[in-house]
C-alpha cells in the first residue's frame, strides 16, 4: 500500500501562484508513476502533470503547459507542482496519484493509488 497526503492548496488571485505538495509513504519502491489530476465542480477528473519516479519524463496536459512544473524529491518521497500565473479555470480540487506499472501517464483509470484532496480557487 502507498498512502499519499497533499499540501499546499488555498485561495489565491489570478495570476497569482501557489505550490502543492504530495508526500508518498508505505510501500514507495513500487512506485513508477506521481500524477496530478483535477477536478472541478460538475466536471470529470482530468490529467494535470505527471512525472516518472525514478527519472526520465514529465507531462503536461496542454491547459497548463508553460504555467505549471510537477517535480519530485525521492530523497523525501514527495513530488510537487508548481502553479504559476493561475487562472480562474484553474479553480478544482486537486489530487495526486500513484501508478505501480508503465502505461499512459494521462489516464486516470490506471493510477493505484489517490491522495484526499487539496481545493484551489482562483478568484478574478
Known amino acids: 500500500q502507498v498512502q499519499l497526503v497533499e499540501s499546499g492548496g488555498g485561495l489565491v488571485q489570478a495570476g497569482g501562484s501557489l505550490r502543492l505538495s504530495c508526500a508518498a509513504s508505505?510501500?514507495?519502491?513500487?512506485?513508477?508513476?506521481m500524477g496530478w489530476f483535477r477536478q472541478a465542480p460538475g466536471k470529470e477528473r482530468e490529467f494535470v502533470a505527471a512525472?516518472?519516479?525514478?527519472?526520465?519524463?514529465?507531462y503536461y496536459a496542454d491547459s497548463v503547459k508553460g504555467r505549471f512544473t510537477i517535480f519530485r524529491d525521492n530523497a523525501k518521497n514527495t513530488v510537487s507542482l508548481q502553479m504559476n500565473r493561475l487562472k480562474p479555470e484553474d479553480t478544482a480540487v486537486y489530487y495526486c496519484?500513484?501508478?505501480?506499472?508503465?502505461?499512459?501517464?494521462?489516464?486516470?483509470?490506471?493510477?493505484?493509488?489517490w491522495g484526499q484532496g487539496t481545493q484551489v480557487t482562483v478568484s478574478s
Open positions: 496519484a500513484a501508478d505501480r506499472n508503465t502505461g499512459s501517464v494521462y489516464n486516470r483509470a490506471r493510477y493505484d493509488y
Open positions: 508505505g510501500r514507495t519502491f513500487n512506485i513508477y508513476t
Open positions: 512525472i516518472l519516479w525514478r527519472g526520465g519524463g514529465v
